[in-house]
């Protein structure tokens, strides 16, 4: 959410922000509804005083004993009070319809970001590892000899439709290693708390981190009104929702493992073979509160809590800064780091770690307590992928592919497997 001060002050910089994401002017409108609703809120207030100083004066009248003039400001008063009533509400409609507005705003991009229309505008900012060389013609992940017992699209497909999977055996066995092994990471090592959050969320939750009102259609709602969560960014950053903080206790660092689901809409056609894009899928989130000073570092420090992952199970990767043109709504600045996988010959995002500044903190009304004193101010959220595990699966089968169709495995996960390092060309791990 945008602070409709900073627009009102500088409208100039408020549309020059928005040009850079390809988005038309919005300053004129915006000031417009701004002037209409706070000229209603006034003209509110003036006929208030007027109703109370008629009223005032209704008693003078009666003592008076003049009928006439107690009976016209009695009228009078009933008129402003009908007459109040009507602009307040009228007001409360345009102060909804300016929230909207801003509500469907995008973030504005950082100094930094580059400017750019889409992903081949993306800059590079770090390769880490070697692609692995085979001696064979190596196959996407699914297409993997020790991977097809494991990996049942045709059952998923019998139950769920399209777009789902059921792993089984030694393949379900390292997508659950996976999980345990970022969770630790990030416990363990990166000094995230760990949480065990609802998957399903109030309409609040998903407004206060931007998901609502104009992303609705990518994401799932029950029949009672409760959101599938499309991450669990969503729970852990809501969770300091209309909370005002003291300051000692930023920054907040969460971790969770949770189900993530997302209709795609607008991708049909997209990533269909495999399980590159489902609509039910794990990832493993990292979510920060922090003071305003604070949040360009901790974007750094998450970036590379994410990229260490990748490093500890030997997955080749690059780093890219997103341009203006391929951020997500709610960013202010984001870093995908791309897992390198053979059996497409190219990199494929495995984590956004995006910082939306004080944009969410806005809508969700979330603040802390300066330790000098002074006014609550609005805490930064980030969040980022620590990592998805279904396509960091993907990675660890495809650069461990071996000719005879086994799998080497990362030796970050024998502790998780039970010392087994193999998936052998049947799909049994050894």
Same mark, same amino acid.
């Given at each position: ?36 609703? *706070? ?180 994401? +799932? ?16 950053? +809501? ?30 056609? *997209? ?5 590159? *894009? ?56 984001? +870093? ?95």
């Amino acid at each position: 959410m945008h602070d409709i001060r900073a627009i009102r002050d500088n409208p100039e910089a408020f549309d020059a922000a928005l040009a850079r994401r390809g988005e038309a002017a919005m300053s004129q409108a915006v000031l417009s509804l701004d002037a209409a609703r *706070r000229a209603k809120i006034a003209a509110a207030e003036t006929a208030k005083a007027e109703q109370n100083k008629a009223s005032k004066e209704v008693g003078a009248a009666k003592a008076k004993g003049d009928e006439a003039e107690f009976d016209r400001l009695r009228a009078l008063v009933s008129d402003k009070k009908a007459e109040v009533a009507a602009m307040n509400t009228e007001a409360q409609e345009l102060d909804a319809k300016l929230t909207d507005m801003l509500a469907r705003i995008p973030n504005s991009p950082a100094d930094d970001v580059p400017q750019g229309a889409n992903e081949e505008d993306n800059v590079e900012v770090k390769v880490w590892g070697d692609k692995p060389s085979f001696d064979f013609t190596p196959v996407e992940h699914y297409e993997i000899a020790s991977v097809k017992p494991g990996m049942d699209f045709e059952t998923a497909s019998k139950t769920s439709g399209a777009r789902f999977v059921m792993l089984k055996g030694g393949v379900a066995r390292i997508h659950r290693a996976l999980a345990q092994f970022m969770i630790d990471t990030h416990v363990d090592e990166n000094g995230l708390t760990e949480v065990n959050s609802p998957v399903l969320v109030r309409d609040e939750a998903m407004y206060g981190t931007d998901k609502l009102p104009k992303f609705g259609e990518d994401s +799932y709602q029950t029949t009672n009104g409760w959101w599938l969560v499309p991450t669990s960014e969503v729970p852990l950053t +809501y969770s300091v929702g209309g909370d005002t903080l003291e300051q000692s206790a930023l920054p907040i660092r969460l971790t969770a493992h949770t189900l993530c689901f997302r209709s795609e809409a607008g991708s049909a056609g *997209r990533d269909t073979a495999g399980m590159l *894009r489902q609509h039910q899928f794990e990832k493993v989130e990292m979510v920060s509160i922090t003071h305003p000073d604070e949040s360009d570092a901790e974007q750094q420090r998450m970036v590379g809590c994410a990229e260490g992952i990748l490093e500890k199970l030997g997955v080749p990767y690059r780093t890219v800064i997103l341009c203006t043109g391929d951020m997500g709504f709610g960013a202010r600045r984001t +870093y995908d780091i791309e897992a390198w996988v053979p059996g497409q010959n190219c990199y494929r995002e495995i984590s956004s770690i995006s910082t939306t500044g004080d944009f969410q903190a806005r809508r969700m009304n979330a603040r802390f307590k300066p330790e000098g004193g002074g006014k609550p101010q609005f805490v930064h959220t980030l969040n980022g992928s620590g990592l998805a595990v279904g396509r960091c699966l993907i990675a660890a089968l495809e650069n461990g592919q071996q000719a005879d169709g086994s799998v080497k495995l990362p030796d970050a996960l024998a502790p998780y497997l039970g010392g087994k390092t193999t998936l052998t060309a049947e799909g049994v791990l050894a």
